[in-house]
């Protein structure tokens, strides 16, 4: 229907009333009856062996509750923390998983690892109390580096004598040695990805509730999936069964996959609850806190080569990439760097040949898992910063070599197990080369210089797969779950709608597009339709959102529902006005009957559902409620050509980004505004990647340098210029509403485009990244001299 | 403990407090008023910005106990008789937000920005200006025009 | 945090009484850089003495400018006379931190506390200001002594900082990217009688006085003079964001920025 709030619409955002009014309900909003605080004791080494734990004075502290350490853990059987995707090496052995306490027992591995907990009246009293709690330590070598660690002396796991997790492969060796062999050229590159902290502008936060007279636990939490949450704590932390543990993620501030993951303070904060009689106990990181133990991303160090023939056609492509894990195997940590990156190291290209090896490698840092993008930024930099090379080797143009590289038949079965199932990728880079004045950029280049700046230009033509995943595929490559969705739609008898999700919105304005979606399809007014979600006893078990999924997936499973709706008030609209349900038309939200002038709204229909009093109940039942549980049959391929411009400073090494264009195909749209936001804000997490963002612990004493905004760079609105989005569409052919996924691209696309110019610009093969001043003009130096 | 009071969004309100409860503890705590989040502990986020006397200040970075006698304005007094103000209404026009945590502080920002500079802002302006808040999910593209369209419209 | 017991007196005298009474007693101004120490542990006294009830500020333009310790970046950066006086000094206080730092921060706090990347001691050594305390007044070549250590003695409390003006001056600030102090700040300035002061803050353990600087821009105040004039790398501070000899490139050209901008 054309109400201007239906698919493709720009619809205002329904979440945006409570937010712009300060009545958001985050979890750290939240306060419950005789609530206490939580604050933990955190180690502050890299590495060490705990010989002691004293909490005798602590205990004795104003307002302390309770103190607790892992042998509390132990006594009470709780499980430690898991990886929930398991991967093989090339020589057939499983990952090596090291044990992950959710309160440490005997070893600390980085620093700010989880050693014991205080709960007190309040949150002063909880921190003074535990910098009261005496830990004695045995310091152990360490090795934070994970260029350095594979081998080294300071050994992460007992299970990993030489700290690699897993070798892993894919692709075929032979095949693609051989040519190499028949190479024209061969462009080889050494990268390092540089590690990340997502730090979504909440802080993580946890309040564990344990009700006595129901023996039950209730949990809130910033999470992005509650239902995978209470999955994981009951089956295998051993809590409580899923029937006995609510987990509830209200409104959460940003994830960008740090909200993913099971870690251990929400674990703790809801099994120390019983402990203490059955009080609520409240956490909320400090943002040093978060800096420390959230989930890092990236920290990836890798050397790739490139084979071409005499025509500038890509034969061969080969990878080998150092990951680090950190020290425990975070939730979905080996399925990042293994089939979320080297699947997609085919990119937009047809490479007949690939191979990749991959070593995940344990560090004493903190955890590295998913974090936007989640492998595939790291693919995307890898394809995207050697093809640019190569084409400088070979002296063609970046644009024209990406263009005789491209796949343009579909569906493209890559080396590397995907699939590609529609896209037009040379559409998108003329419209990308258009968009950015690519002509014009040498006149740009000559004015710069005038003024004393290098400009530079880089491409990045990347690809990615999303909308995860369809179970069967995933199962057999090792996850431990499906990753479908669930929905379930409900009509009121007034014919308003209720749509609860498996989804989690967290930023991604949920309320809106799906409201679209049913406001289109059911022909009703979006502002009768609210979207329940975040509360495991409120909706039915879910996957939750991440890898850009919500739409592919989520909605389909929303769409599929709304299918079964429309079929049962088709049967009830057909009683209630005598004819054959066969001459049953629903359109505009009124059920018309063939050839007659009878007709009923949606909202009669619903009543009608519900009075019962017009049909058969033996034969139509009551009601009006349907579910659906969408699996994927494929991943969905968004694609896109992104073009960054760039000036720098020599005098300084400042590095501005001085025009930035997007050409993105998505598939269908809902709503191009919330898209485009997706898309800005991922472009600007990829500039920050590139330019100003880069964790670093001290190799000598395991510290993390970069533990707070006074030195982690966080791109600031002054950091970044405006953008220049357009779109191309190929309609994803694997689901109903031919919809991709666009929550990532920008932070995939991005780090490249910005480093491809940043060495164009200095003429340079390859800048660390972040590229920040200092690292600039250090670069800058040895030419300078040269040119003296 | 001693008792302050102060007004807040226009109503007298008092409340015990210790010498280290920080203005935004008073707020979110005491007051309930929990739109005015905190985001970081080093006093850079400016999730908690709100306005004491009618100019911007980071709560986390001030004692209640010195503000006996303030005049404060949180995100929750802006909208004047169940009216948004322009600048809530422009970030919502404009799509100026994304997860919403740091929103509150984005607009109390803007608001003092303009009242210091003026109604017509460049962009270049209300970027610099927007040094003191950090916005994870926007890339701050929409909030710029948000902020823009909202200092037209004030 | 700790708790501590919290004094507004009304008088510079109660407020040293009140300092004299307590173990380890902390004055308080606009609190921008005491507060987050305190949150982080930093720093614990037993009492905190907040001279915002001692409501000394402003600015006064006469012969020199006299800026009250409590005046706050904001209302310095947006006092007329002194934009007319001192523009450059109008500048620097109006880029320090972000704009509600500049409504909390003071002159006062910022160079009691002489944070080696704050701004404000550029401005007072490379202007040659004298600062006024509740005892005595202070050539700021003697005031500030080191990281975070000033002359001030226990209980001594600065109550204003009186610039001469300049012919000329200009402030250039390259700023830690990350927290946006400086990681290098240079005020270069042509005083009264003509003679440069070029004063470096954020490069090193505190401020210091470029002297090599100094004497080429004494022949010619220009940009062009300091080509190739450069302050030893030896001695500066070394972090992640900025090594030594970055930093001591860098104080060469915002030094010559810190001149073209000067007004």
Not at chain 1, 265 to 278: D, H, L, P, T
Not at chain 2, 27 to 45: A, E, F, Y
Not at chain 2, 112 to 125: A, F, I, Q, S, Y
Not at chain 3, 244 to 260: F, Q
Request: hydrophobic fraction near 40%; proline fraction near 4%; charge should be neutral.
């Amino acid at each position: 229907m054309d109400n201007g709030t239906g698919i493709g619409a720009r619809v205002k955002r329904k979440e945006d009333q409570r937010f712009i009014t300060g009545k958001g309900n985050y979890t750290d909003d939240i306060n419950l009856p005789k609530q206490t605080y939580a604050y933990f004791v955190r180690s502050p080494h890299a590495h060490a062996t705990i010989k002691k734990i004293d909490t005798s004075k602590a205990s004795k502290m104003p307002g302390v509750v309770g103190i607790f350490t892992g042998d509390d853990v132990a006594a009470d059987k709780i499980g430690g923390l898991i990886c929930g995707w398991m991967i093989h090496s090339k020589d057939g052995s499983p990952m090596k998983a090291g044990p992950h306490p959710i309160l440490a027992m005997g070893k600390v591995r980085y620093v700010g690892d989880h050693v014991a907990v205080v709960v007190a009246e309040t949150k002063d009293l909880a921190k003074a109390a535990a910098a009261a709690v005496d830990v004695t330590y045995d310091v152990l070598p360490h090795v934070v580096d994970v260029a350095e660690a594979m081998g080294h002396k300071a050994q992460v796991h007992e299970v990993a004598p030489d700290n690699r997790v897993f070798n892993w492969s894919i692709g075929d060796q032979a095949a693609t040695d051989a040519a190499f062999k028949s190479a024209a050229h061969i462009t080889k590159i050494d990268l390092v990805n540089n590690r990340l902290i997502p730090n979504a502008m909440e802080p993580r936060a946890a309040i564990g509730a344990y009700d006595t007279g129901m023996d039950s636990y209730t949990l809130y939490t910033t999470s992005q999936n509650p239902h995978v949450a209470r999955l994981v704590i009951s089956a295998f932390h051993g809590l409580a069964p899923e029937h006995k543990l609510r987990v509830i993620a209200p409104d959460v501030g940003g994830g960008f996959g740090s909200k993913i993951f099971i870690y251990a303070e929400e674990v703790v904060c809801v099994w120390a609850s019983k402990r203490i009689g059955g009080r609520p106990i409240k956490w909320t990181a400090e943002r040093t806190e978060s800096f420390l133990c959230d989930a890092h991303g990236r920290d990836h160090v890798t050397h790739a080569e490139l084979a071409t023939d005499a025509g500038g056609k890509i034969t061969g492509f080969r990878v080998h990439t150092k990951a680090a894990m950190g020290a425990y195997l975070s939730t979905f940590a080996s399925c990042v760097p293994t089939y979320l990156y080297a699947t997609l190291l085919s990119g937009q290209y047809n490479i007949p040949n690939i191979y990749a090896e991959v070593d995940a490698i344990y560090t004493n840092t903190a955890p590295v898992d998913a974090y936007r993008g989640a492998g595939r930024p790291e693919a995307t930099y890898v394809v995207e910063r050697i093809v640019e090379t190569a084409a400088r080797e070979l002296k063609m143009d970046p644009a024209e070599f990406r263009r005789k590289n491209f796949v343009t038949q579909f569906p493209h079965q890559t080396p590397v197990i995907m699939c590609y199932d529609a896209g037009d990728y040379g559409a998108a880079l003329d419209k990308a080369l258009a968009i950015a004045d690519y002509k014009g950029f040498g006149g740009r280049k000559a004015e710069a210089a005038k003024r004393g700046k290098l400009r530079g230009i880089g491409f990045s033509a990347y690809i990615e797969a999303c909308g995860i995943a369809p179970s069967a595929a995933i199962g057999s490559l090792g996850a431990g779950v499906g990753l479908w969705e669930s929905a379930e739609v409900r009509v009121n008898p007034v014919g308003t709608v209720e749509i609860l999700t498996g989804s989690h919105s967290h930023g991604q304005g949920h309320e809106t597009t799906f409201a679209q979606l049913v406001s289109d399809r059911l022909g009703i007014d979006i502002n009768n339709v609210s979207i329940v979600h975040g509360d495991t006893d409120k909706v039915q078990f879910g996957m939750g959102t991440y890898g850009s999924r919500s739409g592919a997936v989520g909605m389909t499973a929303i769409s599929k529902a709304l299918d079964k709706i429309e079929a049962k008030a088709k049967r009830v609209a057909a009683a209630v006005m005598e004819a054959s349900v066969n001459d049953v038309e629903f359109k505009n939200g009124t059920f018309t009957v063939k050839g007659t002038d009878k007709k009923m709204a949606f909202g009669e229909v619903a009543l009608s559902a519900y009075v019962a009093h017009k049909f058969n109940s033996a034969e139509i039942e009551p009601g009006l409620k349907e579910s659906a549980f969408h699996d994927p049959s494929n991943f969905v391929f968004p694609a896109g050509v992104h073009i960054a411009e760039i000036e720098i400073d020599p005098d300084t090494g400042v590095t501005d980004v001085v025009n930035y264009t997007a050409v993105d195909d998505f598939g269908n749209i809902i709503n191009p505004m919330i898209v485009e936001g997706q898309v800005h804000g991922g472009i600007v997490q990829g500039i920050g990647q590139a330019l100003t963002e880069g964790c670093v612990y001290d190799k000598a004493s395991g510290q993390l340098l970069t533990g707070s905004y006074m030195d982690y760079q966080m791109p600031r609105a002054a950091d970044v210029p405006s953008f220049k989005l357009d779109f191309t569409c190929t309609p994803c052919p694997s689901n109903p509403l031919g919809m991709k996924g666009c929550g990532e691209a920008g932070a995939i696309a991005s780090p490249a485009a910005v480093m491809n110019a940043v060495t164009d610009a200095m003429g340079l093969k390859d800048v660390a990244m972040p590229a920040s001043p200092q690292v600039v003009w250090k670069a800058l130096q040895p030419m300078k001299k040269a040119a003296e | 403990m001693p008792a302050i009071s102060m007004k807040v969004n226009g109503q007298a309100v008092c409340g015990d407090v210790e010498g280290r409860t920080l203005l935004v503890e008073f707020i979110r705590d005491k007051l309930g008023l929990t739109g005015t989040h905190v985001g970081c502990d080093t006093s850079q986020c400016g999730a908690c910005v709100v306005h004491v006397n009618g100019k911007a200040v980071k709560s986390c970075t001030a004692l209640a106990i010195a503000h006996d006698g303030a005049e404060v304005t949180t995100i929750e007094g802006l909208a004047a008789n169940g009216k948004l103000h322009p600048m809530q209404e422009a970030f919502r026009e404009h799509h100026g937000l994304q997860c919403g945590f740091c929103t509150p502080g984005m607009i109390m920002a803007a608001v003092d920005m303009v009242n210091r500079l003026g109604k017509k802002l460049d962009e270049d302006t209300i970027r610099h200006e927007l040094e003191g808040n950090i916005c994870r999910c926007t890339g701050y593209h929409n909030i710029v025009a948000a902020v823009k369209a909202g200092a037209a419209n004030m | 945090m700790e708790n501590f017991t919290y004094h507004r007196p009304a008088s510079a005298a109660d407020a040293a009484a009140a300092m004299k009474g307590a173990k380890d007693g902390k004055y308080l101004s606009g609190g921008q850089t005491l507060i987050p120490a305190l949150k982080q542990g930093l720093a614990s006294p037993s009492d905190i003495i907040d001279l915002g009830g001692l409501k000394n500020s402003g600015v006064t333009v006469g012969a020199t400018v006299v800026i009250k310790a409590g005046t706050t970046h904001a209302e310095v950066a947006a006092d007329a006379g002194l934009r007319k006086a001192i523009p450059g000094l109008s500048a620097l206080a109006g880029g320090i931190g972000d704009p509600h730092v500049r409504h909390r921060g003071t002159i006062g706090g910022s160079i009691a506390n002489n944070d080696p990347a704050a701004d404000y001691p550029a401005a007072c050594l490379g202007l040659g200001a004298t600062i006024h305390t509740s005892k005595r007044k202070i050539a700021a070549g003697d005031f500030f002594t080191g990281m975070f250590s000033t002359a001030l003695e226990e209980g001594e409390i600065v109550t204003a900082v009186e610039f001469p003006i300049p012919k000329k001056c200009g402030y250039a600030k390259f700023p830690n990217p990350a927290s946006l102090y400086a990681m290098v700040g240079v005020m270069a300035a042509q005083l009264a009688d003509g003679s440069p002061r070029v004063a470096v803050t954020g490069a090193g353990a505190g401020v210091f006085r470029a002297t090599a600087m100094e004497a080429a821009l004494a022949k010619d105040f220009s940009a062009a003079a300091l080509n190739g004039v450069a302050v030893a790398a030896k001695g500066l501070n070394s972090d992640l964001h900025a090594s030594a000899d970055y930093r001591a490139h860098l104080i060469t050209v915002m030094a010559k920025r810190a001149v073209e901008k000067a007004k």
